[in-house]
């Protein structure tokens, strides 16, 4: 799979939004680009996964740029609840398994 | 509700007393695997199942046995445990064809010593 580039760590306002960015400059045409999270003492969470287009999910939304080499996960008002490290990956489930290829994350904090 | 359950949530062993953290998920998905979190290394994986009575290793196996016997369950085996055992684990599973994410386990802390 692709590698991903990704802050170490962001700082957000509670009840703001919150853009988390993603590089990707080697994405294939058949990755998809997927995001987790790991909350504290937690399993990590699917928050949203696309191809090509804009998505949308009661959790967050995911813009993709148009190149694909980059994409944002974007949280619309940041919660406490919203404190986790942020994985962005890359997946072409065609070519390379169901294996999930987690990097280091980006360290969310949410202050009050 | 839809989930994974590992058990137990922690546990304390000695080098070489052969454990068992078992996996069970309610969602009917063929597909489950187990990875392991180390700080600095991240999350790795260390086997996984296509469905019942398929396995294979994932990047981190040695160690490790796992078996797929029925669907829902998929418990992780160590024979010997030794120190460089002691991690956070995690069973993930998800449905194989149309995608709507991995469902991941809460975790297990496991310290050998």
């Known amino acids: 799979d692709a590698k991903t580039t990704q802050p170490n760590s962001m700082e957000s306002n509670e009840e703001e939004p919150v853009h988390l960015p993603c590089n990707h400059s080697?994405?294939?045409?058949?990755?998809?680009i997927h995001w987790y999270r790991q909350l504290p003492s937690q399993g990590p969470e699917y928050v949203i996964h696309?191809?090509?287009s804009n998505v949308n999910n009661r959790m967050a939304s995911l813009a993709i740029a148009e190149d694909r080499k980059s994409s944002t996960l974007i949280l619309h008002r940041a919660t406490l609840r919203d404190a986790a490290v942020y994985y962005c990956?890359?997946?072409?489930?065609?070519?390379?398994?169901?294996?999930?290829?987690f990097g280091k994350g980006t360290s969310l904090l949410v202050t009050p | 509700e839809a989930q994974v359950t590992q058990n137990p949530r922690y546990l304390i062993t000695v080098t070489g007393k052969k454990l068992t953290v078992t996996c069970s998920q309610n969602?009917?998905?063929?597909?489950m695997s187990w990875y392991r979190q180390d700080p600095g290394l991240g999350l790795r994986q260390i086997y996984y199942?296509?469905?019942?009575?398929?396995?294979d290793k994932g990047d981190v196996p040695e160690g490790y046995k796992v078996s797929r016997k029925e669907k829902r369950n998929f418990p992780l085996i160590l024979e010997s445990p030794s120190p460089n055992q002691t991690s956070l684990y995690f069973c993930?599973?998800?449905?194989?064809?149309?995608?709507?994410?991995?469902?991941f386990g809460s975790g297990t802390r496991l310290t050998v010593v």
């Open positions: 969602m009917n998905h063929e597909y």
């Open positions: 990956i890359l997946r072409d489930e065609a070519n390379s398994g169901y294996a999930l290829n």
């Open positions: 199942s296509m469905n019942v009575e398929v396995t």
């Open positions: 696309g191809l090509t």
């Open positions: 993930a599973s998800r449905r194989q064809g149309l995608f709507d994410g991995y469902t």
């Open positions: 080697t994405i294939s045409g058949t990755d998809y």
